[in-house]
């Protein structure tokens, strides 16, 4: 069964500062990965996702991760983050093996101070 | 607002009680599934249906069930509620079941077990 490991339960950065959280997964087959996100009080929603294809994805809100097979990594970044990106971080992974279920890493909160 | 509704918002009970949680999907989503969310285990997924049909199962202990009913909605019964069992259960949605159409999800119902 596949796992996912998040490097980093909490990060704490200045505004402006630039950001790059740590993913790493464990499963030897073709996997598709997202990145969701949780802002305080709401629901998890889609940041972005690769599938296949260029291994640079660009998301929502100035995100973007890079998924590297040889690391089995998707580390998500952002150049310059903002007090509004204050939220929790879920790496996800799915197996395509045919099931359209996701297995979560822990999470990683990132507070950004004004 | 994703889109997806779950009921009730916040649920407390005592050990060895049974609570059903509901989950309404997106309008035109067929494929429904529940997570788990807890300090120690993370965001864990218990199960999945797909148009009435059970399609996978996860970390869904035997005192948990599901089911999805004809309008698509689905319910999630816990019974002989553990301490453990307090958590953070999620309903998420999809139009199909692949990996490629996104999960939407709901804003979950906080489980307390007294």
């Known amino acids: 069964a596949q796992s996912v490991s998040q490097h980093n339960h909490h990060v704490i950065l200045s505004e402006a500062a630039s950001l790059e959280l740590g993913c790493n997964y464990s499963?030897?087959?073709?996997?598709?990965l997202f990145w969701y996100v949780q802002y305080p009080g709401q629901h998890l929603q889609l940041l972005l996702k690769y599938f296949s294809g260029d291994p640079l994805v660009k998301g929502i809100k100035g995100f973007e991760a890079e998924f590297i097979k040889s690391k089995f990594s998707f580390n998500l970044r952002k150049p310059s983050v903002q007090w509004s990106d204050t939220a929790e971080y879920f790496c996800a992974v799915n197996a395509d093996s045919g099931y359209s279920t996701l297995t979560f890493g822990k999470g990683t909160m990132l507070l950004v101070s004004p | 607002d994703s889109g997806v509704t779950q009921t009730p918002k916040h649920l407390i009970t005592a050990t060895g009680q049974r609570v059903t949680l509901r989950c309404s999907p997106r309008?035109?989503?067929?494929?429904v599934y529940w997570y788990q969310q807890s300090l120690d285990q993370g965001l864990q997924f218990l199960i999945q249906y797909y148009n009435g049909e059970e399609r996978a199962k996860g970390n869904i202990l035997e005192r948990f069930s599901a089911q999805q009913f004809p309008d698509l909605h689905s319910e999630l019964n816990l019974s002989s509620l553990e301490l453990g069992d307090s958590a953070l259960y999620f309903c998420?949605?999809?139009?199909?079941?692949?990996?490629?159409?996104?999960?939407?999800f709901g804003p979950g119902t906080r489980l307390t077990v007294l």
């Open positions: 309008s035109g989503d067929l494929s």
């Open positions: 998420a949605s999809s139009v199909r079941d692949t990996a490629y159409n996104e999960q939407f």
């Open positions: 499963y030897g087959g073709t996997v598709n």
